[in-house]
């Protein structure tokens, strides 16, 4: 059975991933728009991921005797001034969550609920792969600055990473 305060604070983590959903579905549809597809499915599998987080979350607070809160989001950025602050807005995003699930851990060691800070060892790892993830991204994005055969090579290559972290990220798929 959860406590209320790790109920609370669980859900407030639902909150997080439903909104960091949002925030790379937008950036997908941004980049689609601007005509790099590869970078738009990179961002799609991104959201995809952040409701997988979300539901994941969901289902263990149900499963404990809590009750599971779908609340209102926040609306995500929808343009940017460039791919370089559209990524740097990833990592910065990233970087967050991972507080974030930290505080969550933190939490659930002062309510001595072993069995929560058990479930969220799967996100500590997680996030640690995103933020490394993003600031690879970030660094070649960086590298390429306004180089439009750059980014152009960078859109194509930016499938292949996508194919590597879903496959090391989601072991069920193998
Ligand atoms: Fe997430
Ligand atoms: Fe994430």
Redesign the pocket.
């Known amino acids: 059975m959860l406590s209320k305060t790790i109920e609370s604070a669980l859900n407030k983590q639902i909150r997080?991933?439903a909104e960091?959903s949002q925030i790379y579905l937008a950036m997908a549809v941004w980049a689609e728009v601007k005509g790099l597809e590869g970078v738009a499915n990179f961002m799609y599998d991104q959201s995809d991921?952040?409701r997988d987080?979300?539901l994941k979350l969901v289902k263990f607070v149900n499963e404990r005797g809590g009750h599971a809160h779908i609340s209102d989001l926040s609306a995500p950025n929808v343009t940017f001034n460039s791919f370089q602050e559209m990524f740097e807005k990833l990592l910065e995003h990233e970087t967050f969550?991972s507080a974030s699930i930290n505080e969550l851990v933190h939490i659930t060691l002062q309510e001595k609920d072993y069995a929560t800070h058990n479930f969220l060892q799967w996100?500590v790892s997680?996030?640690i792969e995103?933020e490394a993830m993003a600031r690879t991204i970030l660094d070649k994005i960086n590298m390429i600055g306004d180089d439009k055969g750059g980014l152009y090579l960078f859109d194509r290559d930016i499938q292949q990473l996508t194919v590597v972290s879903s496959a090391a990220i989601n072991p069920a798929a193998e």
């Open positions: 997080i991933e960091s991921e952040e987080h979300m969550v996100y997680e996030q995103e």
